[in-house]
């Protein structure tokens, strides 16, 4: 059963870091690219970040490209987001997901997603 | 960028009652659309990619078909457990790629 359980979430000054991790099992984390998208309270859904399996290559939306970095340790089967020069904007739940199919390369369809951590960035 | 647009915003049925719900793209994404399910505090859940491909373990009763800009996700006989918001995303054109505003099912 594949499961993606993220944590880090919290609170955090303006100006602040934060370090998200997504736990994944089930299926092997070596061959899927993944994802990181998040809902901002009472918004939709936004596309933050996605790596691909051999996490050679990333893509950044432009409301976080320069702040944030996404990586993975295949070691531990976790995939991260680092945030940095966090802003009131960047509340929300950030959820991380699996890709479809074990292309490599990110496809942004997301077949799996765990349920989500809170970052709140407020002083 | 392209803009979807979910219509309606929200959706009233009863169990039982069919859903239709729509969205448009502000140019074309060809066949690359994507439902998602989203329910409060829950994970996500893919429900179709690609128009019209119904995802693993996804009912028969969820379908999916358009191509273009216009898209539709139909749920031919509501269960109790499908009462939830429902997302469309593009990955035709990216970067950005990009998710609908969302259409609530509610109950009636």
């Known amino acids: 059963e594949v499961q993606l359980l993220e944590s880090g979430g919290g609170l955090v000054q303006p100006g602040g870091s934060l370090r998200l991790s997504c736990a994944a099992s089930g299926f092997t984390f070596t061959t899927y690219a993944m994802s990181w998208v998040r809902q901002a309270p009472g918004k939709g859904l936004e596309l933050v970040s996605s790596i691909s399996a051999s996490g050679g290559s990333a893509y950044y939306a432009d409301s976080v490209k320069g702040r944030f970095t996404i990586s993975r340790d295949y070691s531990k089967n976790t995939l991260y987001l680092q945030m940095s020069s966090l802003r009131a904007e960047d509340t929300a739940v950030y959820h991380c997901a699996k890709d479809l199919d074990p292309t490599g390369d990110s496809s942004f369809r997301l077949d799996y997603w765990g349920r989500g951590t809170l970052v709140t960035v407020s002083s | ?108």
């Open chain 2, 1 to 108: 960028e392209i803009v979807l647009t979910q219509s309606p915003a929200t959706l009233s049925l009863s169990p039982g009652e069919r859903a239709t719900l729509s969205c448009r793209a502000s140019q074309s994404v060809s066949r690359f659309l994507g439902w998602y399910q989203h329910k409060p505090g829950q994970a996500p859940r893919l429900l179709i990619y690609d128009a019209s491909n119904r995802a693993t373990g996804i009912p028969a009763r969820f379908s999916g078909s358009g191509s273009g800009t216009d898209f539709t996700l139909t749920i031919s006989s509501l269960e109790p457990e499908d009462f939830a918001v429902y997302y469309c995303q593009q990955r035709y054109n990216w970067p950005p790629v990009t998710f609908g505003g969302g259409t609530k099912v509610e109950v009636k």
